[in-house]
């Protein structure tokens, strides 16, 4: 007798609490706990409802399944590469830096960041990789993981960086090109399951 073909159940994705912990999706799984640690790519414009976002999607691992909710951990944020395309027309030089940072709250971050201006002399590009590190040292070490994600989102944290970058030579574009979690998936839970716990 043929093996009757085990159904596949769908677990309704939900975002983690500092983006709402709102459902944005559903991805089927064999068992419920098999999907613990798969990776989730979803657009920005769902996850936060902001058509202005269309160029960041956002990477989440599933941290914990609770009957048929798989919820989310933030594990990156990144830029479409036609965004980025974008940006570096002929004449212009980019500046990038790539560093990895700690939040208050312990994890790890690798921020990957982009700075288009005219074409300048190298001693400018080192100046302004410079200051971006500075507001980066500052930022992170001073914000949990979620709060430095939000303030990434925002356009005024953007613009003041900008600002900053502005007194060293005029900036075209800065941004975020992207952001990978490089704490492991079960230390991150531990961290946040540590958080809630903690008195208000």
């Known amino acids: 007798?043929?093996?009757?073909?085990?159904?596949?159940?769908?677990?309704?994705?939900?975002?983690p609490?500092?983006?709402g912990r709102k459902e944005v999706g559903?991805?089927?799984?064999?068992?419920?706990?098999?999907?613990?640690?798969?990776?989730?790519?979803?657009?920005?414009?769902?996850v936060l409802g902001d058509f202005n976002k269309y160029?960041?999607?956002?990477?989440?691992?599933?941290?914990?399944?609770?009957?048929?909710?798989?919820?989310?951990?933030?594990d990156g944020l990144e830029c479409t590469r036609d965004y980025i395309a974008r940006?570096?027309?002929?004449?212009?030089?980019?500046?990038?830096?790539v560093v990895d940072k700690v939040t208050k709250?312990?994890?790890?971050l690798r921020i990957k960041t982009i700075c288009v201006t005219r074409k300048v002399p190298r001693g400018?590009?080192?100046?302004?990789?410079?200051?971006?590190?500075?507001?980066?040292?500052?930022?992170?070490?001073?914000?949990?993981?979620?709060?430095?994600?939000?303030?990434?989102?925002s356009d005024d944290f953007k613009n003041s960086i900008i600002s900053s970058l502005n007194k060293i030579y005029p900036v075209k574009h800065f941004e975020f090109r992207k952001i990978e979690v490089k704490t492991p998936l079960e230390e991150l839970v531990k961290v946040k399951e540590a958080?809630?716990?903690?008195?208000q």
Request: charged letters at 35%.
């Open 1 to 15: 007798m043929p093996k009757s073909k085990k159904t596949k159940v769908w677990l309704k994705l939900i975002t």
């Open 17 to 19: 609490e500092f983006l």
């Open 26 to 46: 559903e991805i089927p799984a064999n068992e419920p706990e098999a999907a613990k640690g798969r990776r989730v790519i979803i657009s920005a414009i769902d």
């Open 55 to 74: 160029y960041l999607k956002f990477i989440f691992k599933v941290g914990k399944v609770d009957n048929e909710y798989a919820y989310l951990y933030f």
């Open 87 to 97: 940006m570096i027309r002929r004449k212009v030089d980019r500046t990038d830096l």
């Open 105 to 108: 709250d312990g994890i790890v």
């Open 124 to 153: 400018i590009r080192k100046k302004i990789r410079k200051k971006i590190d500075e507001i980066l040292n500052k930022e992170v070490k001073d914000s949990t993981m979620d709060n430095f994600i939000l303030k990434v989102l």
């Open 195 to 199: 958080n809630t716990q903690q008195p």
